[in-house]
């Protein structure tokens, strides 16, 4: 004891202030952590939010798909109608996995308000501490749920674009039987009366054999 007494308080201010730096520099970096695990847990929050309204648009436009092609099919070929179950099984599968999304559990948003009153007696480091801990748990709790959100979410990305690839494809075929399908139109040409026209502000008298022969004539059909 004697020694360090005898110590020059230069020296000890040397240490003193080394002792202040360190515990700065420590209380910097759980500041650092504290805010970059805060960060990541606020991103993941507003991913698994645009994750439901991207969820929300397909199965709006499901919705209005269906009916519009449904009616597209609507007096077609048997055989496509009985096939356009399958595309409709998919949209249906489809909106009941995005549905499903809406269901899962909300995450969690690490620090709670209700903590605050029991930090108040911790000092800070504990404070940053028990903050670091906290963002951790959060986001593993997190994690699972967003990584389940992700799998039926992409699940039911696929089978909307299978279900479109099929829709479409069932329409061009729908439509070009409908095409093969449409009748003939014809025309009912008289030439005699077109030659007639073709003299105009000239009066035409017909004896009674020409009168005759028009009467009896009859008319050519020219295909359109």
Do not use: C
């Not at 020059?8 to 202040?20: D, F, H, N, R």
């Not at 919705?63 to 092609?69: A, M, Q, S, T």
């Not at 994690?143 to 699940?155: A, I, L």
């Not at 299978?162 to 025309?187: D, G, H, N, Q, R």
Request: hydrophobic fraction near 45%; proline fraction near 4%.
């Amino acid at each position: 004891m004697d020694l360090l007494a005898q110590l020059p308080k230069s020296l000890w201010t040397a240490i003193y202030t080394m002792e202040v730096n360190k515990t700065e520099e420590d209380l910097r970096s759980l500041e650092f952590l504290a805010t970059n695990s805060k960060e990541i847990i606020e991103k993941q929050v507003d991913s698994y939010r645009q994750q439901h309204s991207y969820a929300g648009t397909i199965i709006g436009f499901t919705v209005l798909f269906i009916p519009f092609f449904l009616n597209s099919l609507d007096g077609t070929n048997q055989i496509l109608q009985f096939i356009s179950i399958f595309p409709i099984a998919l949209f249906i599968s489809s909106i009941l996995l995005m549905l499903s999304i809406f269901r899962g559990k909300p995450l969690d948003q690490a620090l709670s308000v209700t903590k605050y009153k029991e930090l108040l007696k911790k000092t800070y480091k504990e404070i940053l501490l028990y903050e670091i801990e906290a963002n951790k748990v959060s986001y593993i709790k997190n994690n699972f749920v967003t990584h389940k959100g992700n799998n039926r979410y992409m699940q039911g990305v696929g089978l909307t674009t299978i279900a479109i690839l099929i829709s479409i494809i069932l329409l061009l075929v729908s439509t070009f039987i409908a095409i093969e399908k449409e009748p003939t139109k014809i025309k009912i040409i008289n030439p005699i009366k077109k030659q007639i026209n073709l003299i105009p502000n000239k009066s035409i008298r017909l004896n009674k054999k020409e009168f005759i022969g028009i009467k009896n004539y009859t008319p050519i059909l020219q295909l359109l």
